[in-house]
């Protein structure tokens, strides 16, 4: 049983689409987050939501919009991709309030072309 | 914004133990220190956590200065599965993890 499950694993797009990443997590866990790992493999937060609430939004261009349907995913909306969206974003949970540690997803290797 | 410092890369002969050191020197009284490993592209794997005791799991050893200004994290008998990026992170409960640019660990056969 995957905890943190996100779909799909690749993603080759052209520049202009609209595409979707979702997420999933069976942990119980109340907060979900993005992570945007970039060619230069640096992990950046991109965002935060808790119990369906946005709680951190980092400074991401608006092109990017989380939708949290339920606590138990977030998936991540991009308009208008851009040849810098390639990255690898990984979506992770956790228990916010607790010294428990993040379970990460797979990750999604996104290409702009 | 990351508040620790580690290495870029280490070495280490496959059986011997692995130390990986990070420095928080800037560290508060409430936060904790994490470690992550990422193996390749997959999602980073949480290892161990602490606060002030050292701490031992399946995994690792986590050694925390009394100071608690750096730590030290231990692979007992690395193997050649543990070639990883290793992320220390120091992190108050509740809040959001960021990350730095960690240790690139080779096990050498």
């Known amino acids: 049983d995957t905890a943190v499950s996100q779909t799909p694993k690749y993603l080759v797009t052209q520049m202009g689409n609209d595409k979707s990443i979702k997420c999933e997590q069976n942990?119980?866990?109340?907060?979900m987050y993005w992570y945007k790992q970039d060619s230069k493999k640096f992990l950046k937060i991109m965002f935060s939501?808790?119990?369906?609430?946005?709680?951190i939004n980092e400074t991401v261009p608006n092109r990017f919009s989380p939708k949290s349907p339920d606590k138990a995913h977030l998936n991540l909306h991009i308009n208008s991709l851009e040849l810098g969206d390639s990255a690898v974003y990984f979506c992770?949970?956790?228990?916010?309030?607790?010294?428990?540690?993040?379970?990460f997803g797979s990750g999604t290797r996104l290409t702009v072309v | 914004d990351a508040k620790t410092t580690q290495p870029p890369s280490m070495d280490c002969a496959e059986g011997r133990a692995a130390n990986l050191p990070c420095n928080h020197s800037?560290?508060?009284?409430?936060?904790?220190v994490y470690w992550y490993r990422q193996i390749h592209s997959q999602g980073p794997q949480y290892i161990i956590h602490?606060?002030?005791n050292n701490e031992t799991n399946e995994m690792a050893s986590l050694i925390i200065t009394e100071d608690r200004k750096s730590s030290t994290l231990i692979l007992p008998h690395a193997t050649l599965r543990d070639t990883a990026v290793y992320y220390c992170?120091?992190?108050?409960?509740?809040?959001?993890?960021?990350f730095g640019t960690g240790t690139s660990l080779t096990v050498i056969p």
């Open positions: 939501y808790n119990n369906k609430e946005l709680i």
């Open positions: 800037t560290i508060s009284g409430n936060e904790y």
């Open positions: 992770a949970s956790a228990d916010r309030g607790s010294e428990s540690g993040y379970t």
């Open positions: 942990l119980g866990h109340d907060t």
């Open positions: 992170i120091v992190r108050v409960g509740g809040n959001q993890f960021y």
């Open positions: 602490g606060l002030k």
